[in-house]
């Protein structure tokens, strides 16, 4: 590891951030002084004895190698001055798999949660250096200690002797240790975000009286909207700005601002921020840009910016973004032209352009938003924070996001998938990269890319995946107004039989059931039907029907058991508008015996808000919510425990092969053995050097035999470099000596169905595994599915069950169906081995043998590559 990236941020308890970094010899005189402050009884619970504080003490913590010893301390600022606030090591013990582990927290900081972060970066950093067990020594007085250990999630052992307690626990983090993480992100997350919410006082840095100042018009904005609490603007030369009074400084103001909107130029940012954080501020918005979005430079101040918010324990929101509004406390802290109407979608962007035209299509459409945030370079607040925030809201029960890029895309889909439970996350992600080019790719990497990683995502997440703005304003106007469906099962009604047709094709294509109404239902329907009407589905009540027409026949229909939904086309007449319409769709679905979406489509020039233009754009955002009730009816899942994998054996396997290069295709003998470090199942299988050595094999192995280049990487089909159905020994020397050199021999294996397994890297995502149909036309048949690991038990039966190679899996014209919970056992299995070792780039089983009774994987290769560790300084 190298020790210039130690650098880790992590959120406390109350909603306050800290920054955590490596120790260097610099911080001789600064960890003194930090000894110094503590009381005698923190010195004597970290030593052991009242040792006196000396240059020897420190001496031990302050070049830490990261391979034998790790040193974090956290830092902050106090008057504009850094100081070290806490200190938390481990070193290696003779058993090279375990350290010693042991921390000091500055007095006034503990019982914040502050020893708990440090112990979860420190196992992170041990864990890199193949540390698998921490052992503290911890006085039986010392409770806080002994607090921290049993919180923190590990599974503890400890052992009485004297005085003194030994904790013993494994750093391998597990489903219920990362379960414990997110919970305590969740809560801390939440409190640091209410106070750019519901703030008691704001102050507009920049804030002007100057016709076009962006900070002026956000003062107007918080000063139009109502804004429930007080609002400052701060100038240089402290004007008054829209009549009330200015103010030259923060250090003027006669409160602390519990939120501050930064409007300065780029170059005069840091210092206004550290003014207001120097007052007490903890929640920041910078709307200027100037920062990482205009290069190396900015992208400098930037980093300066976040480490000054930082080192005060606060949040950032932005910079270079539209700001934010919220209803619940009537803040409108913009720059948009006029206030977004209140409602209950949360809307976080990463394009305040994007926002903008949302909030001007909010009323064509009937849009209301419980809060809207421009997330700009998120450098600090990011749509996970967002997500976090508005899972507590009750003001908020439809979460939409537009995502140009991921900063932690893992963390992104636990959030999701628990946010999804309860309420709608929908999302529009644009900008979506290529994995980047591959030398010799398999064909899991052939099949794969960062389209597929981000349609794995949002499938397994539970997100609702909008693929243009058109919509994702159709989709939130639909989840914020209308029920679930409990199935695809619809109806359609309409007074333009055209429009109907229309329709009906567009369910169909869409994989929804224009369903045959129920003999009570045409009865009912041809009471009230014109007698040149039609009262099948779709039902055309003709171009006279009137408002009370589509009244009557909506009675009936809605009521139908049958029908899971009911489309109403208009298309204006003189007999009636669009107007009475809509208001009997939106009566009928009130008083509907059960709720039922009803959804309108009104062919218009001014059709009523909330409904939609054409029956195409209506019968897209109701397949969404078909799925969403879809994945919401499937099983939650969870990681499955795999308790007979050899984790340090694979270590040690891809550490060897990467010593030589930082890009090697794996040969037959370490291949073999790292997939048996996972359990994988491989067909028998022995190296031969020679014709000789081959037939010796074949004859050990059983006729008939396969032979196959033993090359690495290389797909063997495509040279000639595969032998099959050998049925003597001659067959398998001429074999042999055809493919030439190193050859592997195996027993012929025919009895089955062919399927591909494997995963590769997606350096935003991490592992994907893949699977589908396999063989020679693995790549032409296509339709691999891809999941992100971990695999949940649901992400795997999923994949295996779905698609072309469901069908396979079956049982495919005749042949006998496939062992699923085999299938489903081995893609486990390469979820951990892929998600445990981002050195294994790429991996193909090809084929897996499928059977009734089991699975066996026939051939395998697998690229293993040095990974590029991406800095990410946020650990929530």
């Known amino acids: 590891m190298d020790p210039a990236t130690v650098v880790r941020d992590v959120i406390l308890r109350e909603g306050t951030t800290l920054r955590l970094r490596g120790t260097t010899p610099r911080d001789a005189d600064d960890l003194l002084a930090f000894f110094s402050r503590l009381s005698e009884e923190s010195r004597y619970f970290r030593f052991h004895a009242f040792e006196a504080v000396t240059p020897e003490l420190v001496k031990p913590f302050l070049d830490p190698d990261w391979a034998e010893r790790g040193d974090l301390v956290a830092v902050v600022d106090e008057n504009g001055a850094q100081r070290i606030a806490a200190l938390a090591s481990w070193a290696r013990l003779r058993d090279p798999a375990r350290a010693e582990v042991s921390f000091a927290v500055e007095d006034r900081l503990q019982r914040q949660g502050v020893g708990t972060r440090l112990l979860e970066q420190l196992a992170a950093t041990a864990a890199e250096a193949g540390i698998e067990e921490f052992v503290a020594e911890v006085l039986q007085g010392n409770t806080a200690m002994l607090g921290v250990f049993r919180d923190a999630g ?10 003194t307690i030994e904790v013993t626990f494994p750093i391998a983090p597990t489903e219920a240790y990362r379960a414990r993480i997110d919970t305590r992100d969740h809560e801390a997350v939440v409190a640091s975000l209410r106070p750019f919410f519901t703030p008691a006082a704001v102050a507009v840095l920049g804030a002007s009286s100057r016709g076009g100042s962006i900070g002026g018009a956000v ?9 429930e609490g007080t609002v400052y603007p701060v100038n240089r ?39 207001v ?66 409602g209950r979608i949360g809307f976080s962007s990463q394009s305040g352009a994007l926002g903008l035209a949302l909030l001007e299509e909010s009323a064509v459409r009937g849009l209301g938003f419980s809060a809207f945030v421009s997330i700009g370079n998120k450098a600090d607040v990011s749509s996970n924070d967002l997500l976090e925030y508005w899972e507590e809201d009750d003001e908020t029960t439809v979460v939409v996001l537009y995502v140009e890029s991921f900063g932690n895309p893992r963390k992104f889909a636990r959030v999701a998938r628990r946010v999804a439970r309860s309420k709608p ?17 398999s064909h899991t990497a052939a099949l794969a890319g960062s389209e597929a990683a981000v349609r794995a995502l949002f499938r397994q997440a539970g997100v609702v995946r909008a693929s243009s703005l058109e919509e994702l304003v159709d989709a939130a106007a639909l989840f914020s107004s209308q029920p679930l469906p409990h199935g695809r099962r619809v109806a359609i009604l309409t007074n333009a039989g055209g429009f109907g047709i229309l329709c009906a094709d567009a369910c169909d294509a869409a994989g929804l059931e224009v369903v045959q109404l129920g003999s009570e239902t045409r009865a009912a329907l041809a009471a009230v039907m014109p007698t040149a009407g039609s009262g099948a589905n779709p039902i055309d009540l003709l171009g006279s029907a009137t408002a009370k027409d589509y009244e009557a026949a909506l009675e ?12 109403v086309l208009f298309a204006p007449t003189a007999a009636v508008d669009a107007a009475s319409i809509w208001a009997v769709v939106e009566e009928s679905r009130r008083a509907a015996p059960e709720p039922k979406p009803v959804i309108a489509a009104v062919m218009a020039a ?3 808000a909330g409904a939609f233009p054409y029956p ?59 997939l048996e470090a996972y359990g994988i199942p491989l067909v028998p299988e022995v190296v031969a050097g020679s014709p000789d050595e081959a037939v010796k094999a074949a004859r050990e192995l059983g006729f008939p035999s396969v032979v196959k280049t033993a090359e690495a990487g290389v797909h063997k089909t495509e040279i000639g470099g595969v032998a099959l159905n050998l049925t003597n020994e001659d067959e398998v020397r001429a074999a042999a000596e055809r493919i030439g050199s190193t050859v592997l021999v195996q027993p012929m294996v025919s009895d089955g169905t062919e399927v591909l397994a494997g995963l590769v890297q997606d350096p935003v995502f991490g592992a994907l595994v893949a699977f589908g149909p396999g063989g020679e036309l693995a790549e032409l048949v296509g339709e691999a599915g891809f999941a992100i690991a971990p695999l949940t038990d649901a992400d795997a039966e999923e994949l295996v069950s779905s698609g072309k190679v469901g069908r396979l899996v079956r049982g495919y014209r005749g042949r006998p169906a496939a062992d699923e919970r085999a299938l489903a056992a081995l893609l486990h299995r390469l979820s951990r081995l892929g998600y445990e070792h981002p050195e294994v780039a790429e991996l193909d089983l090809n084929p897996v043998l499928a059977r009734p009774d089991g699975c066996v994987a026939l051939d395998a290769r697998v690229r293993l590559r040095r990974p590029e560790r991406a800095a990410r300084l946020k650990t929530w």
Do not use: M
Request: hydrophobic residues 45%; contains cysteine.
């Open 616 to 674: 195409e754009s209506a019968v897209r955002a109701f397949v969404r919510a078909v799925e969403r009730a879809e994945w919401l009816r499937r099983p939650a899942g969870s990681v499955p425990d795999l308790e007979d994998i050899d984790r340090g054996a694979a270590e040690t396997i891809i550490g060897e092969a990467l010593e030589a290069a930082d890009d090697v295709w794996l040969e037959p003998v370490p291949l073999r053995r790292l």
């Open 556 to 567: 009936p229909v809605l009521a139908d058991a049958d029908v899971d939904a009911v489309f």
């Open 277 to 342: 954080l120097r007052r007490g501020t903890r929640a920041v918005c910078v709307i200027s840009a100037g920062f990482a979005e205009t290069g190396p430079e900015g992208a400098a101040r930037e980093a300066e910016l976040l480490a000054l918010v930082r080192g005060y324990g606060a949040r950032l929101l932005g910079p270079n973004c539209l700001g934010l509004s919220a209803a619940a406390s009537h803040l409108n802290a913009t720059f948009a032209p006029h206030a977004f109407p209140p």
């Open 425 to 441: 996350v929908i999302a529009l992600k644009s900008g979506v990269t290529q994995a980047g080019a591959r030398a010799a790719a």
């Open 219 to 227: 003062f107007r904005n918080i000063v139009e909207g109502g804004f």
């Open 154 to 163: 590990f599974e503890l052992r400890r052992a009485t002797e004297g005085a």
């Open 606 to 608: 001014e059709r009523p």
């Open 237 to 275: 030369r402290g004007e008054a700005v829209a009549g009330q009074r200015g103010f030259g400084s923060v250090e003027e103001l006669p409160e602390i601002p519990e939120l501050a909107v930064v409007c300065f130029p780029a170059e005069a940012v840091l210092e206004g921020v550290g003014a």
